[in-house]
């Protein structure tokens, strides 16, 4: 059974840092893109950061761009995406994905996670 389970979420304040997590389950995780979006309340669900199977390639949205880092731990199964100088305007449901491809399209995601709250207050 394939599974993704984020951690990490919180409430912070503006300029604050958090890390979240994603623990996956049920595949050959060193085998898979892994991504992070975002859904903020009331708009579609965004794409955050991707990250290649070795973690040799990255990319992010021009958003978090320079304040957010995403990387994985093939040991661990793990993928994380460490955030800073965190901005009230980054409050959302961080989801991390399984991707076909590397890509930074919601139309290539294979399988979501459940999603964790990240709340940033100004």
């Known amino acids: 059974q394939v599974q993704l389970v984020e951690s990490g979420g919180g409430l912070v304040q503006a300029g604050d840092s958090l890390r979240v997590s994603c623990l996956a389950s049920?595949?050959?995780?060193?085998?898979?893109?892994m991504g992070w979006f975002r859904q903020a309340p009331g708009k579609e669900r965004t794409f955050v950061a991707v990250?290649?199977?070795?973690?040799?390639?990255?990319a992010y949205a021009a958003s978090v761009k320079g304040r957010f880092t995403i990387s994985r731990d093939n040991a661990k199964n793990t993928v994380y995406l460490q955030m800073n100088s965190l901005k009230p305007e980054d409050t959302a449901v961080y989801y991390c994905?399984?991707?076909?491809?590397?890509?930074?399209?919601?139309?290539?995601?294979?399988?979501w996670g459940q999603g964790t709250q990240v709340t940033v207050s100004s």
């Open positions: 994905a399984f991707l076909r491809f590397y890509s930074a399209t919601r139309s290539d995601v294979d399988y």
């Open positions: 990250i290649s199977e070795t973690g040799g390639s990255t």
């Open positions: 049920g595949r050959t995780f060193s085998n898979y893109v």
